[in-house]
């Protein structure tokens, strides 16, 4: 099973941009399906960005998050532009071996790093 680890949350202001990593280890991120969630205060965890061979976003990340991923560095990026305040959220790495966007599926999780947009 691989381990999670993510990094580069913090508080920015609306219009900012924000860079969040996930260093893995145990098993390479090639062999799964890399996502990115996000939980909001008093809501559900949903789904962000997913990554493997191609890309897929949710609605509201689409056109201002991308998701990469370096092999030789074992990592797991999320680009995060033009934020907004509904952005506001603690976001997780997590690895599967199916393609979903449903957290069930999702059998490794990292400890998530908050991010704060203020308006």
């Known amino acids: 099973q691989v381990q999670l680890v993510e990094s580069g949350g913090g508080l920015v202001q609306a219009g900012d941009s924000l860079r969040l990593s996930c260093a893995a280890s145990?098993?390479?991120?090639?062999?799964?399906?890399m996502a990115w969630f996000r939980q909001a205060p008093g809501k559900e965890r949903e789904f962000v960005a997913l990554?493997?061979?191609?890309?897929f976003y949710a609605d509201s990340a689409r056109g201002r998050f991308t998701i990469s991923r370096d092999n030789a560095k074992n990592m797991v990026y999320l680009e995060m532009n033009s934020l907004k305040p509904e952005d506001t959220a603690v976001y997780y790495c997590a690895a599967s071996v199916k393609h979903s966007i449903t957290t069930a599926d999702f059998s490794s999780w990292g400890q998530g790093t908050q991010v704060t947009v203020s308006s």
């Open positions: 145990g098993r390479t991120v090639s062999a799964y399906y």
């Open positions: 990554i493997r061979w191609t890309t």
